[in-house]
């Protein structure tokens, strides 16, 4: 089984709906981040969290905001959807204390499309 | 702050030919460096790290990369390409500065490979 995953894989929406984008993980990481992709921009951090009671912005959390239900769930809200939001979605897990370094282990993304 | 450049959004090489992927960062302090490498359709897979051990670190799949201190470099390399390897390739920095343990990505370079 994937250690993270994440629901649902793809979606298309319309502009002005809300939706939410949610991430599991069964590996026992306090650290969790949502990112976007675009083509030839890469991943931007959209939020990020270091445990249950801490949430953090990212370099692109306009338009966005987060919920950190458990250690194990980290879900991405998009209050208002606008097709400029079309992109795919990574969310990430890592634990440096554990590890001893920062490497983070990604979902399978979720593919969202806003018309 | 830290900062990754790719050099090259798009690299084509023969099958059989040398893989030569080009990475520079910018960091204030000792880095930790990644490769990930995302197939089609798929979430991103660690392919190397280096964590300030050796400065040759191998991977998966027969690719390396060497930390290049002086030059501020982290190039990824496989002597052969099989087609398999077609994919985009991400280099990615550990963010020190405020928000310890983040990563910072490049914007990707995508590798194709010609029978």
């Known amino acids: 089984d994937a250690d993270v995953t994440q629901t649902p894989r793809n979606r298309i929406t319309k502009t002005g709906k809300r939706i939410m984008l949610e991430c599991s993980q069964t590996k026992g990481h306090d650290r969790m981040y949502w990112y976007r992709q675009d083509p030839g921009l890469g991943l931007r951090l959209i939020y990020y969290s270091f445990d249950v009671k801490d949430i953090n912005k990212g370099e692109i959390s306009d338009g966005y905001s987060v919920s950190r239900q458990a250690q194990a769930k980290f879900s991405l809200s998009l209050e208002s959807a606008i097709p400029n939001q079309t992109a795919l979605y990574f969310c990430?897990?890592?634990?440096?204390?554990?590890?001893?370094?920062?490497?983070?282990?990604f979902g399978p993304g979720t593919r969202l499309t806003v018309l | 702050a830290q900062s990754v450049t790719q050099l090259g959004s798009h690299v084509s090489v023969s099958e059989g030919a040398l893989v030569l992927l080009r990475c520079n960062y910018s960091s204030s302090v000792p880095p930790y460096l990644f490769w990930y490498v995302q197939y089609p359709n798929q979430g991103l897979q660690l392919l190397l790290k280096y964590t300030s051990a050796a400065t040759l670190v191998k991977g998966i799949n027969g690719f390396e990369a060497e930390f290049k201190k002086s030059e501020t470099s982290f190039h990824l390399t496989k002597p052969s390409a099989h087609m398999s390897d077609a994919a985009e390739y991400f280099c990615?920095?550990?963010?020190?500065?405020?928000?310890?343990?983040?990563?910072?990505f490049g914007k990707g370079t995508k590798l194709s490979v010609k029978p």
């Open positions: 990430a897990t890592s634990d440096p204390n554990r590890r001893g370094d920062v490497e983070q282990f």
């Open positions: 990615a920095v550990g963010d020190y500065g405020g928000s310890q343990g983040n990563l910072i």
